[in-house]
């Protein structure tokens, strides 16, 4: 069983490297207008630009899963700005694809907490539309999708999840097929738990990303053994190999907050059930020492009796 390590969008250690550099709506609305787009165009260059040295990074270090920044570019779905933000980097795009594709990197994009299609309030619902449209054009430029997904949570329970429920399965018909085809669905820490996930994504034949740190702070009457398999199994109709989201509490107090680095004995006890399915699948870093955690958990791991070493950033166990 193969096991492939990989973490978010920034490299800890390189100088000046942020992918997610920023210019404001109040900043964008001060310049000229004639300065407006130049200054879109310039942050979004160092953007791609500091993504392609990241990707060089995880290609040194044998690294073969990435989360891309969602804030790649500034202002791209602000209703008072929305630029073309392919056309201008056409070839920087699919630079990026080329090295993706070459070195067989999984990439990914989580777009941010209010992308979800739970809310009663349509404009919600329009703008979530909006940004996954917007995730999926920056995949397709680099030409990446088929192995890629942006994973988004269900989002809040407004009062009565029976009904949210409903409502969420009824909001995702306006995400266009394309885009939807390249999502998955994650169990969150507070609400959403990981049967009420996994139903979700059976239902519209969505992958589930599991998340343990999640899992363990909303287990509700859950006993993952019971279910890995079948959240494995939904990744099935892609024909990707099954990806999972780790990291542990920051502290007893503040559990569902992310550790600088993750406590292997925190998640022993996952890695031993997935052991028994004895599949492959792929382990996504969300500590905030981000690939500095990543590398120093591979080692953890591969300090274990009967694991093996592959390279920079994957195991045999």
């Known amino acids: ?33 004639e300065d407006r787009l130049d200054s879109l165009k310039s942050v979004t260059a160092q953007n791609l630009h500091h993504t392609k040295r ?21 202002l791209a779905t602000h209703p008072e700005v929305e630029w073309d933000f392919i056309t201008p980097f056409k070839d920087e795009w699919k630079e990026l694809g080329r090295l993706i594709k070459k070195y067989h990197i999984r990439t990914s994009f989580h777009p941010g907490q209010y992308t979800l299609f739970t809310s009663p309030r349509k404009e919600v619902t329009v703008n979530a539309v909006k940004d996954m449209e917007y995730h999926y054009r920056m995949l397709e430029a680099m030409d990446v999708l088929s192995t890629s997904v942006l994973n988004i ?32 669905l994650e169990n969150d820490d507070k609400t959403y738990d990981v049967k009420e996930t996994l139903l979700a994504c059976e239902k519209e034949q969505i992958p589930m990303m599991l998340d343990y740190h999640h899992y363990m702070a909303n287990k509700g009457e859950v006993e993952l053994v019971e279910y890995l398999e079948r959240i494995f199994n939904t990744w099935n109709h892609r024909d990707l190999i099954p990806k ?32 028994e399915l004895n599949r492959d699948f792929d382990i996504m870093i ?15 791991v591969a300090r274990i009796r009967g694991i093996k070493r592959l390279s920079g950033g994957s195991i045999e166990y």
Not at 251 to 272: C, G, N, Q, T, W
């Open 153 to 184: 949570h269900i989002g809040g329970a407004y009062g009565n999840k029976e009904e949210t429920l409903k409502r969420f399965h009824q909001n995702l018909v306006k995400l266009p097929n394309e885009v939807q085809y390249y999502m998955t």
């Open 286 to 300: 969300e500590a905030k020492q981000k690939n500095l955690a990543m590398l120093q958990l591979v080692e953890d």
């Open 1 to 33: 069983m193969k096991i492939r390590f990989g973490y978010v969008a920034n490299a800890l250690g390189l100088w000046d490297a942020s992918p997610s550099k920023t210019l404001t709506f109040a900043r964008y609305s001060k310049l000229p207008k």
């Open 244 to 275: 999972v989201h780790i990291s542990s509490p920051k502290s007893a107090s503040e559990y569902r907050s992310h550790a600088d680095y993750v406590d292997l004995k925190f998640i022993l006890p996952f890695l031993k059930i997935a052991k």
């Open 54 to 74: 990241i990707l060089c990074y995880n290609i040194a270090h044998e690294i073969e899963l990435y989360r891309f920044s969602s804030m790649l570019v500034p």
